[in-house]
């Protein structure tokens, strides 16, 4: 106003150019209250749309009306114009613009909604997602205990009649181990340490049942001890590697457990067997043990998770994990 007032040769103050400026976008901003509120009484959906068009039409003219009473109010005088004169000018000058500044925030209000509602959608969508991963996760979880203690107890079955001393000890090392998994079955996630502490108690259960015929090696960096691992996640591999690489073998066996940090930041779990290890044109995928560790890992870490199989260094299988810290 200031600028193209003094460019037509009719220069004004910059207090005429404020207040007149301010008098016509604060009286707009006073009436966009009601305006939002209208919108909001009447969101799209909430009547046919013919109806609204024809209610924001009505309700933008009254906008426009009393933007132009309110605005000769406040500006007469200032210009030695009467509040008549103002207001007729007012009616030919503002009276469209008005009604489209009206129309500018009622699609401004509904497009705000639409977004919060977008947002709120997602949000449920994403709290529906996590809540049937953690009763998946879950599920898993119940499904690998019951297998687990099925082939305890076949083990302990088959040690009764052979030494019923060690059968004896072998029942109380896997009420205490039962008691430690009951204990931490709602955490998907514990430190390496309590994992091997865990896998250990079990272990304990294999050597009875194996009179000497197994061996467990060590190869964890003390470093990785306090990193989180998901729960239960070595013991259906070590499971796996007894009853399939070493149960059925003459020989005896050896477990190797190994935990490293990687040179790209993550965690590296391997267990490995001397056994009969596996034909590479015939991966092993079937399972509860394996099967149920992949969807495990899928659930907790995505595709940044991974469990693969190689071949061992003395001939039996190594399985290799590889999760992000």
């Known amino acids: 106003m200031y600028l193209t007032q003094a460019k037509v040769g009719s220069p004004v103050s910059w207090q ?8 016509d976008w604060y009286t707009f ?11 909001g009484r009447f969101p799209l959906g909430s009547a046919p749309l013919r109806l609204l068009v024809i209610l924001h039409l009505l309700a933008s003219l009254v906008f426009s009306l009393v933007w132009m009473l309110l605005r000769a109010g406040l500006t007469v005088g200032l210009d030695g114009t009467s509040f008549a004169e103002t207001l007729r000018y007012a009616l030919v000058a503002t009276l469209v613009f008005n009604m489209l500044v009206y129309w500018v925030i009622v699609v401004a209000t509904h497009a705000a909604d639409l977004y919060r509602q977008g947002r709120e959608r997602e949000r449920r969508e994403l709290e529906l997602e996590r809540r049937l991963a953690e009763a998946r996760l879950r599920a898993l979880q119940m499904q690998l205990n019951p297998h687990f203690l099925f082939n305890a107890l076949h083990g ?5 009649y052979r030494d019923v001393d060690a059968a004896d000890t072998m029942l109380v090392r896997l009420s205490e181990l039962l008691r430690e998994a009951l204990h931490r079955t709602d955490e998907p996630w514990v430190p390496l340490r309590d994992e091997l502490s865990f896998l250990e108690r079990y272990l304990a259960i294999e050597l009875i049942r194996f009179s000497g015929r197994l061996t467990v090696r060590r190869e964890v960096d003390q470093g990785t001890l306090e990193l989180r691992v998901p729960n239960l996640i070595l013991q259906p591999l070590v499971e796996n590697a007894i009853k399939h690489g070493i149960e059925s073998e003459a020989r005896p066996g050896v477990i ?22 596996y034909d590479p044109e015939k991966p092993v995928t079937s399972g509860i043990g394996l099967a149920n560790c992949r969807d495990r890992l899928e659930q907790l870490y995505g595709n940044r998770a991974s469990l693969e199989l ?16």
Do not use: C, K, Y
Request: charged residues 20%; without cysteine; glycine residues 12%.
């Open 256 to 277: 190797t457990l190994r935990a490293h940090t990687t040179e790209t930041g993550g965690l590296r779990l391997e267990v490995e067997d001397n056994g009969r290890g």
């Open 16 to 23: 005429f150019a404020l207040s007149r400026s301010l008098a």
């Open 29 to 39: 901003a006073l009436l966009s209250v009601p305006a939002i509120v209208l919108a």
């Open 310 to 325: 190689h071949p061992g260094q003395d001939g039996g299988l190594r399985v290799v994990l590889e999760l992000p810290i």
């Open 156 to 160: 302990v079955s088959a040690l009764m």
